[in-house]
């Protein structure tokens, strides 16, 4: 990161910040264009170790891209505030952002794809307790995205 001085390095603020987002950006690598996809996303940190959940279609571009090239880039970012001033380049912004790299798998075990619309369900929601059927369970494709390598930045 070029500029140190906005880095979070802070795993609780990071948290905070990851929790209190709804949508994460996917980028997908398709023989030579970038795919990039806005989602809804639940999360579950294990020791410091990232896994966003995601749901979708069994079928389109985002499924075959899941399947044929998993690893990815990831993008979330907030709590953004124009900063105005009296010239055009001294214009600036609040906001923090993570980013990072990671690697998709498509959940197919019941109960990890129960774990991880639970996940995306609390995030959106903000509620639990959530019933899923066999019948939407098996029309869903479920994606866990584990985190390779992430960063926080900050700008206050």
Known sequence: MRRK?????????IESFIAGEQ????AFYDEGEIYIVPLNYGYINENGKYSFYFHGAKAGRKYGLAKAS???GFEIDGNY????????????ARFESVIGTGTLTLVEDREEKVKGLDALMAQT???????YNDAMLNAVAV????VDKLTCKAKG
């Open 5 to 13: 001085d906005r880095e979070i390095t802070d795993s609780a603020a």
């Open 23 to 26: 949508i994460i950006r996917v």
């Open 125 to 131: 929601s903000r509620k639990g307790g959530w019933e």
């Open 81 to 92: 505030q124009l900063l105005e001033a009296d010239k055009a380049c001294d214009y600036s």
């Open 143 to 146: 994606f866990r995205l584990d």
């Open 70 to 72: 998993p690893k990815v």
